[in-house]
């Protein structure tokens, strides 16, 4: 419906998007990265998690056409996380030249967006936007929920990401999860 590239091979089911952001970035860590870029304004429960699993946070100011990708590329950050389709807790959404610009910084800097589909599905005010996977499935990771749709305490959700990445997500969290609810996921 929001124009997603997910094939089986790149969806990882998780326990809700907080799971998956954070086994996603200790992977970068592993990979080496060092800095995520993060909205400016974020949310603040999430900053301590990201910062647990080992990486710098650096801020980049959101207006009214969403995140400032010249501001994010004058950071170190090869790693940004967004909230593109209701940025939380602005409620901007990503303009189309803004999400081109990060598509373009990305392919250039040879990096990586987390794509928190925040409430993507909740517009009143306009049809919702396309994920901005689907116009960059080799460079986006995608995170979603039904926590708002039908039941945060179900812990749902998932990753969509490149094989590459998905099949290192599923070892990841066979390693660190050893108590997820096995028939709510399946």
Known sequence: VRAAHAGPEQVVVMNG???GIAAAVRLLVEDGHR???VEDPASV???PMLEAAG???VRVPVDRDGLD???LARTR???VLVTPAHQYPTGVVLAPQRRAALVAWARKSDAVILEDDYDAEFRYDRDPVGCM???APE???LFGSVSKSLAPAMRLGWVVAPPHMAERLRAYRARTDLGHPVVEQY
Do not use: E, F, S
Request: hydrophobic share 60%.
């Open 45 to 47: 429960r999430q900053l």
């Open 55 to 57: 990486i710098r946070v």
């Open 17 to 19: 998007v907080a799971q």
């Open 139 to 141: 460079r986006v990771v």
């Open 77 to 79: 950050a090869r790693a």
């Open 35 to 37: 800095v995520l870029a």
């Open 69 to 71: 990708v010249d501001a």
């Open 133 to 135: 996977q689907g116009i």
